[in-house]
């Protein structure tokens, strides 16, 4: 379920709500400032996740046997 809502005066005024009295909800920014910070560490992340995925070996660096990718598809496909 999501129920939109706006912060007016430090309160949180929701649009059609129906929920009851003391039901815990969880709050995410959609825009505005916070919303922003919450994106930039969201990019920042994946940007560490990224970098630390290229920095792995690759099969070719493991054991190079000299049987390219190009080899591979003659073999396959002929040519």
């Known amino acids: 379920m999501v129920i939109k809502g706006t912060v007016h005066n430090g309160m949180i005024?929701?649009?059609?709500?129906?929920?009851p009295e003391?039901?815990?909800v969880?709050?995410?920014?959609?825009?505005?400032p916070i919303a922003k910070v919450v994106k930039e560490d969201s990019l920042e992340?994946?940007?560490r996740e990224v970098h630390r995925i290229a920095s792995?070996?690759?099969e070719s660096d493991i054991?190079?046997?000299g049987f390219s990718g190009a080899d591979h598809d003659?073999?396959?496909y002929g040519g």
């Open 45 to 47: 992340q994946l940007k």
């Open 26 to 32: 969880l709050i995410t920014p959609m825009e505005g």
């Open 22 to 24: 003391g039901t815990q």
């Open 13 to 19: 005024r929701f649009e059609n709500s129906e929920l």
């Open 63 to 65: 054991d190079d046997d």
């Open 74 to 76: 003659k073999l396959l």
């Open 56 to 58: 792995l070996a690759s």
